[in-house]
């Protein structure tokens, strides 16, 4: 059975400050595929970035940076210099074969204060 | 502009009166899901349709049905909503599965509706 884990409920910086959002997750497949999503207050979930289980390489955007370990199992997330805009509701997921067949971890809540 | 449309944002029904949520999206996806969220809880899969296929998942329960009339649009029907039937109902879509070949998938998501029960 596959499972995600964010540790982390909620988590309060302070604009600029760097945060790292954990994620460790559970499966038994060699292939598998990684997610993370951003829900606004606004409620509608936004595609961050997917990983595949065979790329292990780690991945910038912007103030946005994934660092994927299987060694560990986890695929955590990290925002330099957060902003308020940044505040919102962070899931990571994982697929085996389908992204809407996903397991979502319970969500880190990221408050950004000015 | 919204690719994955859901209305409406807000909707209140009475405890046992049935409810139709709707979904609509003009990325011509095959692919088309609905998810239930409650508060601060992960999305769950209810089901989901690959064209006109359906598949509901193990745990959902009977109360809930859906309809795919055509690529564009997908509705949720609760038949006798409970007071624990009460969240967020978040549409989404992809274009294929991602374990096809060659796909780079993702979800779209709807805004969500929010439903109460009274």
């Known amino acids: 059975a596959q499972k995600v884990t964010q540790a982390q409920t909620e988590i309060s910086v302070v604009e600029k400050e760097d945060v790292t959002l954990d994620c460790v997750y559970e499966t038994r497949d060699t292939t598998y595929y990684l997610f993370w999503y951003k829900q606004p207050p606004s409620g509608e979930l936004v595609f961050l970035i997917r990983?595949?289980?065979?790329?292990?390489q780690n991945e910038i955007s912007g103030r946005y940076s994934w660092n994927f370990q299987k060694s560990t199992s986890s695929f955590n997330f990290t925002i330099t210099a957060s902003q308020v805009v940044d505040s919102a509701v962070y899931f990571c997921a994982l697929s085996e074969n389908n992204a809407g067949k996903s397991t979502f971890g319970d969500g880190t809540t990221l408050t950004v204060k000015p | 502009d919204a690719m994955v449309i859901q209305n409406p944002r807000y909707q209140v029904t009475q405890f046992g009166k049935p409810v139709t949520l709707s979904c609509s999206q003009t990325l011509n996806h095959n692919v088309m899901y609905w998810y239930q969220q409650k508060s601060s809880q992960a999305p769950k899969l209810l089901f989901h349709y690959y064209d006109k296929d359906f598949n509901n998942e193990a745990d959902t329960p009977d109360n809930f049905q859906s309809r795919r009339p055509n690529t564009s649009f997908c509705f949720l029907d609760i038949r006798s909503p409970g007071l624990g039937d009460a969240a967020m109902y978040l549409c989404a879509t992809s274009k294929t599965f991602i374990g096809t070949p060659g796909a780079v998938e993702k979800l779209f998501f709807g805004s969500g509706t929010q439903l109460s029960v009274l």
């Open positions: 990983r595949n289980s065979f790329d292990e």
